[in-house]
Each structure stands twice: as C-alpha cells, then as structure tokens.
C-alpha cells in the first residue's frame, strides 16, 4: 500500500511538472519597436509583467536597457536598418524558436507646413513610419506562415483617419500605412495571421516634444507664422496615459477574434465621429476655428 501510493504521488508531481513546463513552453514570444519610451515602453512592462517573452528594439539602446532589468530582452534596433533587423529576428528565432507577436510602434512627427517640409526630411519620416514597419513585417513573415500563426498589431495615429494644420508628412505616413494594412491583412488571413490597426488618439509621451522641435526650427521665417502662432500659443490638450494603448494591444493580443481597428485615448473616437458624421468641409470649419 505503502509503494502504490508513493507511486500515486510521483506521478502527480511528475504531471504538475510536464503541465508547468508545458505553460513555460507556451509563453507567447512578442517583438515590440519603439520600445525605450511612451506606449512601446509601457506597452512592454505590461506584457513583462503578465509573463510574455518580450524583446523590445530602440534606437536609444542604453534608455532601452531597463527590459534588461524587468525580465525583457533589449534589442538594439533602428527600423531603417536592414541589418539591425535581420540581426534582431535571428537573435528571436535562435533564443524562442518562434515569433507570436509583432507589435509594431516606432514612429515620429514633424511640425511643419507642408509646403516648406524639406523632402529629406519627409523622407526620413517615412522611412521610419511607414518603410519601418513594412520592414519589420517582411522579417517576420516567413516565420509567422511557416508556423501558421501569429498577430501583427500596428500603432496608426486617429491621423490615419482626420487631419490637423503642419501635421501633413505625420498625416500621410499614417493614411499610407493604414491602406497598405489592409492589404495585408487580407493577403495573409489565409496562413493563420491576423493584422491589427490601432489608431491611438492624444497620448502623454514625448511625440510632441521631438514634433514641436521641428516646429521651433520651421517657424522660422515660414510664410505660414499666422498658422504656427495660435498652436504655439493653445493649451496643451487633455491627454490619456500611454498604458491605455498598452491595454489595447494586450486585448489585440489575447481575443479570439481581435477588432480589425480599436481607437482609444483622449478625443480620438470623438474627432473621427465627427468627420466621418458631419463630412470634411464641417471639419475644416471646425479646426481652423480653433486656429483663431
């Protein structure tokens, strides 16, 4: 009697072990860009601390080192860069054996009138904002159709959907990329991929310190001061917490079925209803009225 239960006991502690293994195995593996601040930062201490394997990329390498210290993987990773990409996925692939998640969100603004933005610098901005995350995706791809699954969530802007004065280079990398997102969500639907657009509204990070520097520099002298001078001059506007998207790609993540699209953070709902509801000429009053 005895040895049968000493027999009973080990292999319940053996099957306790084989299932925590099991649950260590099947830990989802998530890549994020733009990870050293704002919501990739915030986005990455909730699905560290929710027990996803995450590897986060910036080009701020030593700012992007605190993944280090939480249980994360920092990569050092600038999206225009062919070679720090290949480097960053093979690294993924060697140390999990598999890419869940993609969560792409590195991206940048600038303040200036369209007229006067210099074509180096809208090309920058979109090597960034839209060749980045096609970039990314073309990496990963092969490894998400040979598993036959994976998630690619996308940071958008409510911009991909509305429009403000001396945001057009912002407007149109994220107009482009949301036509080029729906594209492929449809042509890769078929291997067990989903591809998620998150169009956040005003968030708290320094999205609008390193966009209001270029501002700072093309208001100068520009034949559209008149523009410039009320937004220099307008309060900050309420914004929410960059945990809030962080939210919301862990929602993208975990559903059974993701929303094609999820819209959240201060006034982005609001602003797209009323475009959409009331049309562009109402819109176009709308803004401009608050420039006076």
Not at 23 to 48: D, F, P, R, Y
Not at 112 to 119: P, V
Not at 181 to 207: A, M, Q, W, Y
């Amino acid at each position: 009697m005895k040895k049968y239960f000493t027999l009973i006991i080990g292999l319940l502690l053996l099957s306790g072990f084989k299932t925590v293994a099991a649950q260590e195995n099947n830990k989802k593996v998530v890549i994020v860009t733009g990870s050293a601040s704002g919501i990739g930062k915030a986005t990455c201490e909730l699905l560290v601390s929710e027990g996803y394997i995450v590897y986060g990329g910036d080009i701020q390498v030593e700012k992007n080192r605190y993944l280090d210290s939480i249980g994360g993987h920092s990569l050092v990773l600038d999206v225009t860069k062919e070679e720090q990409i290949k480097a960053g996925v093979e690294k993924v692939i060697k140390e999990q054996g598999r890419i869940d998640i993609l969560y792409n969100n590195a991206g940048f603004g600038i303040m200036a009138a369209a007229e006067e933005t210099t074509l180096e610098d809208a090309q920058n901005l979109m090597d960034v904002n839209v060749y980045g995350y096609v970039r990314m995706i073309k990496a990963v791809l092969p490894y998400m159709r040979q598993q036959k699954s994976g998630r690619i969530i996308n940071t958008t802007s409510m911009g991909g959907k509305i429009y403000f004065p001396l945001a057009s280079w912002y407007i149109a990398s994220k107009h482009a990329l949301e036509g080029w997102l729906d594209v492929l969500r449809l042509e890769v639907k078929s291997f067990g991929i989903r591809v998620v657009i998150i169009e956040p509204g005003f968030i708290n990070t320094n999205f609008y310190n390193v966009s209001g520097s270029y501002g700072q520099r093309y208001s100068q002298n520009s034949a559209y001061g008149h523009v410039f001078e009320p937004i220099f001059k307008a309060k900050q506007p309420k914004m929410s917490e960059p945990v809030v998207i962080a939210k919301v790609v862990e929602k993208a993540i975990t559903k059974r079925h993701p929303k094609t699209r999820y819209v959240k953070g201060k006034n982005g709902k609001m602003l797209i209803w009323i475009r959409r509801t009331f049309g562009d000429k109402f819109y176009d009053r709308l803004i401009m009225k608050r420039l006076k």
